[in-house]
């Protein structure tokens, strides 16, 4: 690959040396003369650019920089991920798709230009798109349908029974058969180790565009809106309803039958115990100090109750 | 299936026309005149019930809702949950416990009706009673004891080494070995991507009739109580000892060595490092707010101290 | 095995008939005469010791204890936890390495003595050094690095691609491919289910001596420093820096970027949205309470910065 080509494929202007040939990319700390860097602030702008192949940056960047090669872009973060795609390694192994390595149910129906890896299990009556990538040791349980232009990362488990069970007489549990099932929209990216459950009557929804991170428990009934992003250990109680492009920090906690809006922001590690109406960012964190001054700052926290009443505070009630 | 034998095999009383054929259950949104749908609270009564093939209600109901057909029921989500497995597909495929798709260690016993998906792993020395099911990939690591009526969810490993590790002379990590096994009562319903531990010594107890969601981590040693429900993503730490039929709400941690009565109630993301010796319902939580609203409350948290002193507050002391 | 193998195989002092056979460890509530037990603090020794095949304790435990077989360590944990190692059962299925049960890229170098359970996945240019031990059902993507000594629990996925991702113009999610890999060093020991993702451009990297227990998610491009422990159900988010011989404890959350130094101990559950640039132990929690009275506290909570502005309390500006 030369700086033109890649310029061509990315429909982005450069300057320099059409010629220059680029083998890979390189971060700023390793620059390499084969390799092209990002360059997205001007803080990481630097003498030692010089030994960058190529520097994606802003236009207004490249006076600045000592180099004579250049991919121009005024989304340089977006034309990177673009370009990363270009130098992916062909795997040749383990064979994908090998009636071998795949556990198929029956009366399954799969698109063009499928690709699954070793161990992986798909269950009967489960219908996937075009161009759908599922990886290792993943299972799609039974009447799953998963839309075109999806990747599904290893180990993720999608379809389960969702977790709704009924105490009997004798203090006893009895499962419900969650009967639903579970759609995933196009272009959704799923990461390894997620499980995703079945809804109870109707569906569970992953909507076009969203994307998932590792370890996120979805449990039945949930509705995810469109290009919704969920990072890592997210786990979301029955019955949400997730908002479009809301962006949920790793280990957020959504508890049963929560509403989000539209361009929600979830802090990490936050709870969500009451439906969120307004788009903007939420935070719910307890701060984190040394130990010993958190063990002061608990106790407190335990009495605050008592401290306003004795102080004779009024202006609100609990 | 009709109407009446549906009544007779869930032993409820039925009102209506004993022919009435039901092919399935339908939620409230998507009423069927062929499906029952479920009514658990009056404010779920309205016109377009009569759409319904049968209704599921307590009696006093019935004369509030326009439609003919009833199954009569004083715990009618009980009733819900019983009629739901009628409905649940039978699966083909993959096919279940053939030799090529289980990895069968040796000296396994197996009790009758079992089930086993693809890609399980069975080792060496487990017991396993009857009626038991075991989803896809799931690994059941050496010397593991299974009662009867147990489900355990796709990716779910059970029995792998706790971690048990003691720093030695040049702070390196020296790991136990884990000696212990796993037992897991009857009637035990275990969720997808769980990982339970072996214990050190003793076994690690799963005791009957406890419900287990998706992604629940539990460490060497703990024991649960009888018909305690834990729900997704809840990690348990070495040694605890939970009592019977608690209800661990959604991302609850609880650290290593605590006691937890019967009856006890934990709100879902809340922190348990107190041991819980009477029942009734815990929580600790952050509440979430705007972030900028957040920044200062967080702000003031991490002082608390330092004001209580500044206001010459005394009536506890830390 | 007999007490003097023991001893010698252990280099450790031993009191008592050399020939005392050692049929394995037991806890100290079921003693017996043919298996040896712990004894780490004065306050467990008592009356029925005298039913243990032989104790370990440090020296001037000797003369309290009533029994004549000793194991005479000051570090007793380290020799029990050497001494587990003995006892460890031998399994014979499912058969380890075989073609059958192992799905293998091309271009892969594997050492000597490796253990492989069933259902592994190793993709193309993996390379694992000497005495390396991968549980079942585990995923290697591509080109991950894996050194001597790593023991690699059942379901864990090593190399899937991270969580960069960049919006487009139309708000939807352009997904960067990971051009980085996974290096785990010497004698690190990971967990079941674990999620480890390689790098954008340079590798993630867990240092060696590093542990890991169940369900840890660790992010793209972060670095462990040697000789961490990690506890259950941790998430570390993308780039993070962590120390050398931190304690991160269970389901602690570390946002993104954070780098700690030498020697930190976080405590269960704590979030760490800032870095940690002195040692010691740092604790973040909200205290659990009766529901009732937490639902007092999170109202006043929330009403924090109000309060202390109608206090007139000036002391601090947040």
Redesign the interface.
């Known amino acids: 690959l030369n700086l033109l080509a890649i310029a061509k494929n990315l429909d982005v202007e450069f300057l320099g040396n059409p010629n220059q040939e680029l083998i ?4 700023l ?2 620059l390499n003369n084969k390799k092209i860097c990002l360059v997205i602030e001007k803080k990481y702008i630097c003498e030692s650019l010089k030994n960058a192949g190529a520097v994606i940056c802003p236009k207004d960047f490249v006076n600045q920089i000592k180099n004579e090669n250049f991919l121009i872009s005024e ?1 340089p ?2 034309t ?3 370009l ?2 270009f ?3 062909y ?4 064979i994908y798709h090998s009636n071998l ?1 795949l ?4 009366n399954v129906s799969i698109g063009q230009n499928f690709t699954a ?3 992986v ?1 798909i ?3 489960v219908a996937i798109g075009n161009n759908v990538t599922i ?3 993943v ?1 799609i ?3 799953v349908k998963i839309e075109d232009n999806v ?1 599904i ?3 993720s ?1 999608i379809g ?2 969702g ?7 004798e ?9 639903g099932s579970v759609l995933i929209g196009s ?1 959704v ?1 799923l ?5 995703i ?1 079945r809804g ?3 569906d569970t929804i992953i909507n076009s ?1 969203v ?1 998932i ?3 996120v ?1 979805i ?1 039945h009934n949930v509705i995810i809106g469109e ?1 919704t ?1 969920i ?3 997210v ?1 979301i ?1 029955g019955s949400c309803k997730i908002g479009k ?1 809301n962006m949920i ?3 957020v ?1 959504i ?1 049963d039958h929560i509403e989000t809006v539209d361009d929600v ?10 439906d ?1 109406m307004e788009s ?12 010993a ?16 009443k ?2 004779k ?1 009024k ?2 009630k ?1």
């Open positions: 890979g990319i390189s971060s700390e390793n989304n973060k977006l990177f991920a673009k990363s795609q130098f992916k390694p795997l040749t192994n383990p390595n556990y198929l149910g029956e890896g070793a161990g299990v269950e009967d009556n990886s290792h040791n299972v349980h039974h009447g990747f990362g290893s180990g488990i389960s029974e977790f709704g069970n009924v105490l009997d007489q203090s006893k549990w009895s499962h419900i058969a969650h009967l272009n990216r990461g390894s180790n997620c499980s459950d109870t009557i109707e565009g994307i991170d590792n370890s428990h449990a290009n992003a990072a890592a250990k786990g109680a492009r920090g790793g280990m906690g508890v922001i979830i802090s990490a590690t936050s709870t969500v115990s009451k969120l903007g960012t939420y935070t719910g964190i307890m701060p984190i100090s040394k130990h001054s958190w063990k002061r700052i608990a106790f407190w926290i335990t009495k605050l109750d008592k401290i306003l004795n102080l505070y202006r609100f609990p």
